[in-house]
């Protein structure tokens, strides 16, 4: 267990819709990111916070956003959604924003599929 | 740009004989190295890392890899490989970007130990 926690485990929806994924970092850890992995696929940057703040962004589209709460939870927000959206989205935290040495410790992810 | 390339996208061998998965990677500045494991439907596990010191490093399962400054590579290996290590290999690195340093993940590369 790496002490990061998302929500849903899985989740169906149809196109044109809108769904919203959460995780809860380890517990001291300021800093999350989120990957997307398509079938058969490496995992692609999205997007990074840092103690609220927006650090880093990768190949997020802009049907896509994320926020990052007082609490240190984060939520991505996915809308207008395409069949090619359906992935396994990851969160990871890490203790520090930038200039660390640590690793990521990675959720177990959350399975989209978009009929 | 960082990056880290995974030259093979699959890799076959047999159970008790020694394993390599390779990794190679271009970054500015001292590299700071990952190796994360996934198992089907689950998030990444990690493994090992290289920060500085010993180029030989010892991770979990019985994982080691092999820094090499002057090919820039990382090499995971393990001396006798289980059917149990079936799984997806990423490499990483933690490179220097214009917010301070962020992860960049290597394609994976899928072993396959047969039994």
């Known amino acids: 267990d790496s002490g990061v926690t998302q929500t849903p485990k899985h989740l169906i929806t149809a196109t044109g819709q809108r769904v919203t994924l959460r995780c809860s970092p380890r517990s001291g850890d300021l800093s999350v990111y989120w990957y997307q992995q398509s079938l058969d696929q490496g995992l692609q940057f999205l997007i990074q916070y840092y103690n609220g703040e927006e650090r880093a962004k990768g190949n997020i589209l802009e049907r896509f956003s994320a926020q990052q709460f007082p609490d240190l939870h984060s939520e991505l927000n996915l809308s207008s959604l395409e069949l090619g959206d359906s992935a396994l989205y990851f969160c990871?935290?890490?203790?520090?924003?930038?200039f660390g040495t640590g690793e990521l410790f990675f959720g177990e992810g959350s399975r989209l599929t978009v009929l | 740009a960082q990056s880290v390339a995974q030259p093979e996208d699959q890799v076959n061998v047999a159970e008790g004989n020694p394993l390599t998965v390779k990794c190679t990677y271009s970054v500015s500045g001292n590299p700071y190295l990952f190796w994360y494991v996934q198992y089907p439907n689950r998030g990444l596990q990690f493994l090992l890392k290289?920060?500085?010191?010993?180029?030989l490093v010892k991770g979990s399962y019985g994982f080691e890899a092999e820094f090499n400054k002057s090919q820039t590579s990382f090499h995971l290996k393990k001396p006798s490989a289980l059917v149990s290590d079936s799984a997806l290999y990423f490499c990483a690195v933690r490179a220097l970007d214009n917010y301070g340093q962020n992860f960049v993940f290597g394609p994976g590369t899928r072993l396959s130990v047969l039994p």
């Open positions: 290289y920060i500085t010191g010993d180029n």
């Open positions: 990871a935290s890490s203790v520090a924003g930038g």
